[in-house]
């Protein structure tokens, strides 16, 4: 019913910029939190930001101050602008968005930093 598609990912050099996006579609009244996670080979997923209908946001340490998280409740979409990217931000990146009390997923996009 609920599907959740990401696109954006793409080979940046290290230092410049990427647009990450994702929209969810099918029966959809409201949208809870919304967020974004990444996962490189061999390694656990981990969080990366979220962000509340109210517009609260949370980032890990890690992205604090160079990625950028936002959301339009009338598109049912989510984005991640991702500046200053490191060769060690390359992971598959996936969004999430809480609906009806469930978790739903995109099927994630490929983000590499060349050095």
């Known amino acids: 019913q609920v599907q959740v598609v990401e696109s954006g990912g793409g080979l940046v050099q290290a230092g410049g910029s990427l647009s990450l996006s994702c929209v969810a579609s099918g029966t959809i009244f409201l949208v809870d939190n919304m967020g974004w996670y990444r996962q490189t080979p061999g390694k656990e997923r981990e969080f990366v930001a979220t962000i509340s209908p109210g517009g609260r946001t949370d980032y890990a340490d890690s992205v604090k101050g160079r990625f950028t998280i936002s959301r339009d409740d009338t598109s049912k979409a989510e984005f991640l602008r991702l500046n200053s990217l490191k060769p060690e931000d390359t992971a598959v990146y996936y969004c999430?968005?809480?609906?009806?009390?469930?978790?739903?997923w995109g099927q994630g996009t490929q983000v590499t930093v060349s050095s």
């Open positions: 999430t968005m809480s609906i009806r009390t469930k978790s739903y």
